[in-house]
């Protein structure tokens, strides 16, 4: 017999399961097979095909879902689209009303979501009981203040339309939080798919929904495979589409998207660090390590899964958290006194095996507790793999499971170096008791949410997203409505596009941006601008690199007619050697120690200033430049020339007036939305405007920190290479702003392909639109293109202002709590 002496010296847990009945009920009301949920209704699909749904922790089958097929898909759009057309119009105050009774009904059946969320998903109850359940009424709440405030907060915007969200398996509840709140809240509707792994509590959460009162057709639910997810992201009726997931099918989706019009924000995957300094409370950050890679069995994108801590505490450090592993409880997700669940399906499971042992390979020594595992179920033990290189596979790929790898550093500017060396850029915490040491390493690593003396906090009141192939756009926030609503002034794009394979290509990446150089022009487009008697004298600009004019690598010219047919100058035709230049020279400033993002916006402001009072001072020249080559009237160049002067002084005004703000989150603490610059930015600018489009593309990228490589106007260059000598005059440092003139499309096609480029804006034809988009996927840069649309430059709502400051930057959100 157990003596109560016996239960103090063990201490054992007893268990403490929560009840399954209330889920099982549901899921026998419903026969224990779902359809669609189309219109605020229970529909059969089309094929009668079903996928069954298991309990990872324990086996047993949940219920079976339907898979879509192509008229289910069309049948749920149809439904988003017609409502659109009322959801749309209805005011934000009645949307905020909705919301309202959405969060209070999510609450009322709290309970039975966090039960049936931990039954398909294998996390613990504890979790979602407290975590992600109380996040789906938070954000359904936060985003009912947004709907209520978009008429006077957002009175330039309006909704995007049908948006098509596709979410994954490790957060299926917060995920859909993340994306249904934010598009209804602006006025959107929305086809979302689950992830085939965990597919129930969306559809419990569309009861949810209806029995909130929702307009039918607002919210659709699709369940089916990633097949149908293709079908909605390729569906022409579909206006956004909003994906988390894995990066590969990131870029599949991106490609799938290229050219057509469609908003695209992406969420996907990490490996975030966790930085350890020698001065950290070591128990404190022992116990943040836990939250950060052990929280849902560590299958959480911004997982920090990989520590870096300071060389001289690593040994105490790494000795105290394998006494902590040795504490975790592992088992079933409904015992409320486990710390990890189950992994969601045996096929995860075999991808976080072969991780481990490929550490091991690798060199690595792989500790796991000599902790029990339930019999039977889908668990896997807390694992931390040591003595890794920091270029092992291990190191630097997403395992998505409970298992940390560990590094060292010796100085603060290794441990960034260490944290910064990833192809993604999620999240990441840093452990400090020193504050100056914590936020300036907190803003020097690459990633979207930076956590101080904490992980994986989240709130609907702070934006989550990428840096890198991380992806990008930011959900949560203010900064998430962007993402669900365009300026007023613009259509959906709908670019004129020839498709010859149903939207999918438009021909062969290899023609595209190919380019012969230049042969001398003919005979009958001999010099225009020259005196009589007089040849004039040859003046032909260079390419402007790292602050130098320096010649073409390729030693090739091209000739720039006017208007009347005449040659009026010669500029050099760049190639990817020029580019290549162009780009190193935008690192080096960039990255330079007190570097132009490290500068503050008066200082850019200054600069700006300067370069709009040389401008003007210039400007009967420039206007002469911009009859001469495209032959308008005198006063409209002029007019453009004005207009340069003005956008130049909006962005010296901007440079200091867009750092970030405040986010009111739910942290006892600080959170700074931080509006970090891009980095390099590649820009092919318009025909139309020559000088105007070039400023104000330019003007609000360096306003706020980034460097460009600016690719002017094939056509009418000559207002840009003109521009050097303003720049020269201004104190732009070299390489802030570099200029290589030639073929717009061969010149962009190397901008898009290179790796050290983070941003390309675009601003030539709906084919080239398309190709940019598309190759972009291979390192999922950030894009903005204009698909071959018009945009009137001298229209300031359409010439400037936040759109420009969007694309100019990205957001990073520090978590700062505060007390002892
Ligand atoms: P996927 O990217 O494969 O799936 C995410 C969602 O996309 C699911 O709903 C999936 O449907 C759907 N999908 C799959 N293929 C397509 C397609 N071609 N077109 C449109 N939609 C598609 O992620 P998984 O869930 O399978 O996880 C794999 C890896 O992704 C993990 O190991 C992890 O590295 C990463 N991941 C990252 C997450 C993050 O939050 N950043 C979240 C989850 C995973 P279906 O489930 O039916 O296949």
Not at 169 to 178: Q, R
Not at 596 to 624: C, K, P, V
Request: charged share 20%; hydrophobic share 40%; net charge negative.
């Amino acid at each position: 017999m157990t003596t109560l002496l016996d239960l103090f010296k063990t201490m054992e847990y007893g268990p403490a399961p929560e009840s399954p009945s209330a889920v099982n009920a549901w899921l026998e009301e419903h026969g224990r097979k779902f359809g669609q949920f189309i219109n605020n209704e229970w529909v059969t699909p089309k094929a009668a095909k079903y996928y069954s749904s298991y309990n990872p922790s324990t086996g047993e089958l949940l219920a079976e879902t339907a898979q879509a097929e192509k008229k289910d898909v069309d049948a749920a759009i149809a439904a988003a689209r017609t409502a659109f057309g009322t959801w749309s119009e209805t005011p934000g105050v009645v949307r905020a009303r909705y919301m309202y009774a959405i969060a209070r009904n999510i609450q009322k059946h709290h309970r039975l979501l966090a039960v049936l969320e931990s039954m398909d998903n294998g996390k613990p109850i504890r979790e979602s009981r407290d975590v992600d359940v109380p996040l789906l009424a938070r954000h359904f709440y936060y985003y009912a203040g947004w709907a209520q405030l978009m008429e006077t907060e957002l009175r330039d915007y309006q909704p995007v339309g049908v948006i098509g969200q596709i979410i994954p398996w490790n957060f299926p509840l917060m995920m859909l939080a993340w994306k249904i709140a934010p598009a209804i809240a602006m006025g959107n509707t929305v086809v979302l798919k689950p992830a085939s792994y965990t597919r129930l509590s969306a559809l419990l959460f569309a009861e949810v929904v209806a029995e909130a009162g929702l307009p039918p057709g607002v919210v659709n639910i699709i369940t089916g495979s990633g097949k149908a997810g293709e079908m909605i992201v390729t569906h022409p009726d579909v206006d956004k589409i909003a994906f988390t997931g894995s990066t590969e099918i990131g870029r599949t989706l991106r490609q799938l998207t290229a050219g057509s019009g469609k908003k695209l924000s992406l969420e996907l995957g990490g490996k975030s660090p966790v930085v350890v300094f020698e001065d950290a409370d070591l128990d404190a950050a022992v116990e943040g390590v836990v939250d950060a890679i052990w929280f849902n069995q560590g299958q959480v994108c911004c997982a920090g899964s990989r520590l870096i801590v300071q060389e001289n505490v690593a040994p105490r450090f790494i000795q105290k958290l394998k006494t902590r592993m040795g504490h975790l409880r592992v088992g079933d997700s409904l015992d409320k006194s486990i710390d990890m669940g189950a992994i969601v399906d045996k096929s995860q499971w075999d991808t976080i095996e072969h991780w481990v042992k490929m550490g091991e390979k690798e060199g690595g020594k792989v500790f796991q507790p000599d902790i029990p595992l339930p019999a039977k179920g889908l668990f896997y033990k807390p694992t931390l793999i040591t003595d890794l290189d920091p270029a092992a596979s291990t190191v630097q790929e997403e395992i998505f499971g409970p298992v940390l790898v560990s590094l060292t550093f010796r100085t603060p500017e290794e441990a960034i170096a260490l944290a910064n060396n990833t192809r993604y850029g999620l999240g990441g915490s840093v452990w400090s008791d020193n504050i100056n040491l914590a936020l300036d390493a907190a803003s020097k690593i690459k990633a979207g949410a930076m956590w101080v003396n904490c992980h994986n906090v989240f709130d609907a009141a702070g934006g989550f997203g990428g840096y890198r192939e991380s992806g990008f756009g930011r959900e949560g926030g203010r900064e998430g409505l962007f993402e669900y609503i365009r300026p007023k002034w613009m259509e959906r794009p709908r670019p004129d596009l020839v498709t010859g394979d149903g939207g999918r290509g438009t021909g062969d990446a290899n023609a595209w941006g190919e380019h012969t150089p230049s042969r001398p022009a003919r005979p009958e487009a001999g010099r225009g601008n020259g005196r009589v008697g007089l040849p004039p004298v040859d003046r032909t600009p260079k390419m402007y690199v790292g602050g130098k004019q320096v010649r073409p690598d390729g030693a090739y010219t091209l000739a720039v007619i006017g208007a009347k047919g005449k040659i009026v100058g010669q500029v050099g035709d760049g190639n990817r050697k020029d580019i290549r230049n162009a780009v190193e020279a935008a690192h080096a400033v960039i990255e330079a120690r007190q570097g132009w993002a490290m500068r503050h916006g008066y200082n850019r402001s200054q600069i700006l200033y300067f370069i709009a009072e040389n401008l003007d001072a210039r400007n009967a020249e420039f206007a002469t430049r911009i009859c001469e080559m495209t032959g308008c009237t005198k006063k409209s160049a002029q007019a453009e020339v004005d207009a340069a002067v003005e956008r130049l002084f909006t962005y010296a005004a901007w440079a200091d007036k867009y750092g970030g703000n405040i986010q009111e989150t739910t942290l006892r603490g600080i959170t700074v939305a931080v509006n970090e610059p891009v980095g390099v930015i590649g820009i092919a600018c318009p025909d139309e405007y020559p000088l105007l489009g070039f400023v104000s593309l330019m003007a609000p990228a360096i306003a706020r920190g980034n460097t460009v490589v600016m690719i002017p106007s094939q056509r009418f260059p000559l207002s840009a290479t003109d521009f050097y000598q303003v720049l020269d005059t201004s104190d732009v440092p070299g390489g802030v702003v570099n200029i290589v003139t030639g073929d717009r499309d061969h010149l962009t096609k190397t901008l898009v392909q290179h790796e050290d480029v983070d941003a390309v804006w675009y601003f030539g034809s709906a084919e080239g639109s398309y190709w940019v988009e598309y190759e972009s996927a291979a390192n999922m840069k950030r894009t903005w293109v204009g698909y071959g649309l018009p945009r009137d430059w001298m229209d300031r709502e359409q010439g400037e202002g936040h759109e420009f400051l969007h694309e100019a930057t990205q957001v990073k959100n520090i978590w700062v709590p505060t007390g002892e």
